[in-house]
């Protein structure tokens, strides 16, 4: 959620990396508390199924 939220929110055609730290800093404002807050929450979840995939991809 959040990391898809900031790569759309993040994309810049620039290729400084001043201008992608200001995009990046702006596509976190961006995110809202629920969204934070619901990926903090999943995050133990989501390591048991890492684990379970060995580190392969998992949803």
Do not use: H, Q
Request: some cysteine; proline content about 2%.
């Amino acid at each position: 959620r959040a990391k898809g939220m900031i790569k759309r929110n993040a994309t810049t055609k620039e290729n400084s990396t001043r201008k992608l730290k200001k995009a990046l800093k702006k596509a976190w404002k961006e995110i809202n508390w629920e969204t934070l807050i619901k990926t903090v929450d999943d995050f133990p979840k989501r390591l048991e199924a890492c684990i379970a995939a060995n580190g392969g991809y998992f949803e």
